[in-house]
């Protein structure tokens, strides 16, 4: 038994009804090319089944791969001779770049149940950069940063691009028109301070046309990485390692690390890397019976230059 099907695309599970066993071969590899199109729409796309044998042939199944694929079968059985329809609605929006999905249609063969339509297609995004998130990495104080990005416009847009709208530093954005896409520059004037910053900005290319959102972090200085999120802690005294990130080594501030919680006292011990220590701490009989009783509190750590950090004290009784 024979079915031979025409293009498609993907969906979720839909049981059918009572069946009955029949041979049933489809063809082994059906792939649906659809090309490039645009990312904000939605595409439909259908394979033709067709039963060219002499007994019915009913379908048990259909099942997607993923949740954003909804097929539409229009009939649970094929009488032999006949044809129906198999509709997939795609919903691009949800699958920007290039992507490979499948189908599983289930029948009554006993032989072969299960056979696989695959589908293949890019969805071209209106607006795209390669990195839509960047990370700046670690910026020397009172130093200039600046960066520029390519803005990929598909070529049914026309309209200008601008920043429609910019949310935590100001990196002064500037978009400038190329042959075939834009170019945007972003600065970070000197910082004085030490700081983890972020960015969000909007690029727009008219009402109809929907935006690229692109995010930037980074740092400004020394960034204080406890070695531990969380410090169990059963006496008094307990020890966990520190790493200071920076730009690079001439950059690390090594000023001393401080608390603002009273009854701990802090000890530095420095190893031969310059970026790394252990830290000692020293409870008071005080803090110590303050921890045992709220089983946790949080430890900020300081330095000058540096971004603070915080760890978790936990008792853990022996």
């Known amino acids: 038994m024979k079915i031979l099907p025409l293009p498609i695309f993907l969906s979720v599970a839909f049981p059918l009804a009572g069946l009955c066993a ?28 067709t039963n060219t044998t002499d007994r019915t042939i009913r379908l ?16 649970k059985q094929i009488a032999p001779g006949r044809s129906t329809p198999l509709d997939v609605l795609i919903d691009a929006r949800l699958l920007e770049g290039p992507f490979t999905k499948y189908l599983t249609l289930t029948t009554d063969d006993p032989d072969n149940p299960e056979t696989r339509l695959w589908i293949n297609g890019t969805a071209v995004a209106a607006l795209r950069t390669p990195n839509p998130h960047l990370f700046a990495g670690w910026i020397p104080k009172n130093e200039d940063w600046s960066t520029n990005l390519t803005i990929h416009v598909r070529s049914d847009i026309t309209n200008q691009l601008r920043v429609s709208s910019i949310h935590g530093f100001d990196l002064e954005p500037h978009l400038e028109k190329q042959e075939n896409n834009y170019s945007l520059h972003l600065r970070m004037p000197p910082q004085k301070l030490a700081v983890h910053w972020e960015t ?8 109809a046309t929907p935006p690229l959102n692109i995010s930037i972090e980074g740092h400004v200085g020394t960034q204080l990485l406890p070695q531990t999120a969380v410090l169990g802690v059963s006496e008094k005294t307990v020890s966990f390692d520190l790493v200071r990130k920076a730009a690079d080594l001439k950059n690390i501030s090594t000023a001393p690390i401080k608390t603002s919680i009273s009854g701990i006292n802090i000890e530095e011990r420095k190893s031969s890397a310059l970026d790394r220590s252990t830290i000692n701490l020293r409870l008071s009989d005080s803090l110590f019976q303050e921890l045992r009783e709220k089983r946790r509190i949080p430890l900020e750590l300081t330095a000058e230059d540096c971004i603070p950090a915080v760890i978790i004290l936990e008792y853990q009784p022996e």
């Open 60 to 75: 048990k199944e259909i099942t997607s791969c993923c949740a954003f694929i909804s097929p539409i079968l229009y009939e």
């Open 22 to 49: 029949n041979e049933l071969t489809i063809l082994p590899e059906s792939t649906l090319e659809l090309g490039e199109f645009p990312a904000e729409t939605e595409q439909i796309g259908t394979f033709t089944l």
């Open 200 to 207: 969000s900005l909007q690029i727009q290319g008219g009402t």
